[in-house]
């Protein structure tokens, strides 16, 4: 499978896709390209980062809300509704925008970015598309006790507690996880793509929770993913923002879709209903290639209408012409 | 060949090259990945878009200076003195910016378009950086006594006239050029890289621009491409701008190599002393993947050192951390 850019009649650029579709045993039930490619999980990654807010009994000590538990998974897009919700989870954890150590960034979405250069709105951590996360980080470390200070660093308990949460889901052990340091200043795990898929498919699974709250000897935690994928499922707009392609695709299909972009061509996907889940990588990184992809194939797994802003991407020159297509080639094999 | 997006210990992302180097007699004596991969030859196929403009005598009737020759082979910067040059060539010709056909756009240096962003200054079409070659066709036109209305239509005589000066220098047959509209919105020429590759190696042979001449039976002109290609090297300056690959690779080696850029991770350089033409496309169309293969190719031909600023390019995070960098790893086969 891969994605074309074309111009006239002819294929310019192309953008080469691997995609894993997994069950939540762990078995392939359709791939393209290389479903074991080893890459970063990035930002789809957080829905894992984000469960030991409900595993550990953070989100129950602090009364989050679900709307938290979403922004703790979100890769939000600066909306100053999504930053006041940060501000209002971090006060809630009694942390200030002072603990949180992401980097700013302008913000994903182009019209925020534009709106708040216009305003000359500064752009401070608490901006940042990953303040969710890392105040659910925050929220850990006060949890139990450990420092919040250098929270960011693998060696730092919050991380490890992330990563063996990681290993648990993907089912790949902790010494077999590439770490490096993400975009934001955390740790990113490097897996396979059938991995990641496999991870999505078990949050489907109502006693995956609950067995590994068994494994821990803390059988009164049933169901923690419960708590994270109804959360998601309810507020898409948390998860992105307005016009951003998780967001298009999770609301086109309410209740049915989890999706979550990661950087560098990751995208990830839960069908709730068929218990699948999808994990693709653009192998050179392009990020609408991926999401056009992650629609293409959601649609070749039923899930259908595609969203109209997930289709063949008209390319428009300088002129106002359109002058060619982005759009995916390429079928799943079964 | 490739470029790879590496984080920590793993490649991220990768970009593929394909490669061809080629002598002027067309044959093959270096490449990478498929050296006859078609894509379109967009920006790198100016300096042969404006040969017709010493081959026809359009730069003797006008007195066009070295300067204009060198703007009209340019992706500019829309730096204040280049957009000056272009506004002096259309003053030469007799005609205005309102003749110009290419659309605006946000100048290609970053640092040239927040100043212009800052000051407010209102893109019009001479700051494309296309412009030169658009005021090129121009004064093709009004030598010719063509209408200078819709130049930019494939069955306009400047473009039939384009067209027939791209097929003879790549020999590939006008009619299995695949064309289709460029971003500027001129013809765009799809073509195998060899060929491309081997229209550059030929501009550094003294007696084709005589070949060619004595096949249109005006035996008096001699060289036109020396008048492009001096001109060019001359100005590195013109050709793209401060900080941008090309003139970097240009200023690099003063005299010794010609390298024009491409939009869609397309490059092309003349190696002036060894007589050899490089064409190379990223098959996913990444731009500074595209600049960094190229210098990576001229250091494996011997043309060194390797610009600093076009060396391994560190990946640094939101918090101001490196966290990989992005390289090109591979060598040319011989």
């Known amino acids: 499978m891969h994605v074309e ?9 192309r953008h080469h896709v691997h995609v894993a579709v997994v069950d939540p045993d762990g078995r392939l039930v359709a791939r393209a390209g290389d479903p074991d490619l080893v890459t970063f999980w990035r930002s789809a ?22 709307e938290m538990l979403a922004i703790a998974c979100a890769s939000h897009s600066s909306e100053p509704a999504q930053v006041q919700l940060v501000r209002d989870f971090l006060a809630q954890i009694g942390c200030s925008e002072r603990d949180l150590r992401c980097g700013p960034h302008p913000p994903l979405s182009e019209q925020v970015a534009k709106d ?9 951590a608490v901006y940042s598309n990953c303040s969710g996360k890392h105040t ?20 730092h308990p919050v991380q490890q507690r992330c990563l063996e949460e990681v290993s648990r889901w993907t089912d ?3 010494p077999e996880i590439k770490t490096a340091v993400d975009g934001c200043g955390v740790v990113c795990y490097g897996l396979p793509l059938r991995h ?49 392609p998780c967001t298009d695709l999770m ?31 653009v192998a050179d990184g392009h990020g609408l290639a991926a999401a056009l992809a992650l629609a293409a194939v959601l649609e ?25 297509e982005l759009r995916v080639n390429g079928e799943l094999e079964k």
């Open 45 to 66: 990654a957080k829905p894992f980062q984000a469960l030991p807010l409900v595993a550990d009994g953070v989100a129950e000590k602090f009364g989050l809300t679900r």
């Open 251 to 281: 609301r086109a299909h309410p209740g049915r879709v989890l999706a979550k972009v990661g950087a560098e061509g990751v995208y990830c996907a839960l069908l709730v209903r068929e218990g699948l889940g999808v994990a693709l990588k």
């Open 116 to 124: 708040y250069e216009t305003r000359g709105v500064r752009l401070t």
């Open 300 to 324: 070749q797994l039923g899930v259908r209408p595609r969203p109209a802003s997930l289709g063949p991407r008209p390319n428009v020159n300088t002129r106002g012409e359109t002058v060619g």
């Open 172 to 174: 790949v052990p902790v």
């Open 196 to 244: 990641m898929a496999g991870a999505y498919a078990r949050l489907a699974i109502a006693d995956f929770g609950l067995r590994i709250a068994d494994s821990k000897g803390e059988g009164q935690i049933r169901n923690p993913q419960s708590a994270i994928v109804q959360s998601m499922l309810r507020h898409p707009d948390l998860i992105a923002g307005t016009g951003r």
């Open 136 to 155: 659910a980080m925050l929220a850990l470390a006060r949890h139990h006790g450990w420092p919040t200070e250098f929270y960011t660093r693998l060696e």
């Open 5 to 13: 850019q074309r111009r006239g009649t002819i294929v310019e650029s």
